[in-house]
């Protein structure tokens, strides 16, 4: 047995105090679970501490809290790793984010999370006679959203989400993985309307900023900010100019780093709004988006950030590598079908004994890269 110090965060809003900290110890063997370490505190020292939790085998998701600031599963994470990466050993275990705190570490879920997922009609909405019996799929063809179908709505990328903190009526990366979870569905049939809807939306699929918290958060590898961006391809594909511009704002990027191998801010927005040239492409709203980024403007060029040479001129980077950009867009381009890296699952059927599973942890901890078709 080891001693591990627990450092909890205290609130029950009705109480009318503030928020406070406080210190347990346990005494538990370093492969039993920061869950486990809770549980001796509320059996022998204090009833009062609430958490969630149900299976403790990381199988329900409810007893998400962050964890030494970073969001997990307490019955997923051992006390002597915990104890590990903690400062002074001391494990700090807290409320999940971007959700409001009923008590102690628990946060409404309903608040957000639930609502959130109800948003994207979370059923598979199928087209067509209904069969006599179930719908029969190739497996191949579920293979992209075996991905989103391991979640188990923990909320930790929820928690992470950046975006989510800045908007909180962003959709969020749990509920967008779970609609590519129907978009993906070969038997669901409104695949172009859940699109459009999420592109329309000015707090849906382009509202990501892509800073990667919700891949690092889930603690079984569902990769939600990938699952985004496979919802943002397939709208491509559909060419859904949604009204939010989300679509060629993230079109220009790429033509950009194929133009100049760096980004060119100066002409990202006119290439947003208009084409690729400069001239004669200013759209109105163009002009407005200018006019409302000039405060962030001014501060990155009284910071230094970014000089007003640069800025304009863009970055340049020598024609050697800026032809073996070109190249690889050249090379995918070329490609008659999209392939995308899965990492997820992995392995082929008739694989040899021996070799790696054909499916990966569900857990997430191992996860060798198959090339699957996308759609
Ligand atoms: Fe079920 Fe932790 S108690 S996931």
Redo the contacts with the bound molecule.
Sequence with gaps: MADYTLRLRRYSPESGEAPYWEEFEVDLDGKRSV?DGILQVKDRTDASIAI?????????????VRINGKPN????MHLDHAAENAVDGVITVEPMGNMPVIKDLIVDMDAVHWKKIQRVTPWLLPEGEEPEREHIVPPESMIDVTQTMAC?Q?GACVSDCLSMEVDPLFIGPAALAKSYRFVGDPRDGQQFERLRDLAEDPHGIYDCTHCFNCIEACPKGVAPMSQIMRLRRIAGDHEINDRNNGHRHEASFVTLIRDYGLLHEAELLPRSYGGDSWFGKFHPRAGQELASSLPSIVKALQRRKVTPKLAMLGHKIAKPDLDAVKRIYQQVGDQEERFELNLYVVGEEDEPSGTEPAHADAAGGHLPAERSPNQ
């Design positions: 869950l969630r939790c149900s299976c403790r085998a990381a199988i329900c998701g409810s007893c998400g599963l307490a019955c997923h188990i923990c």
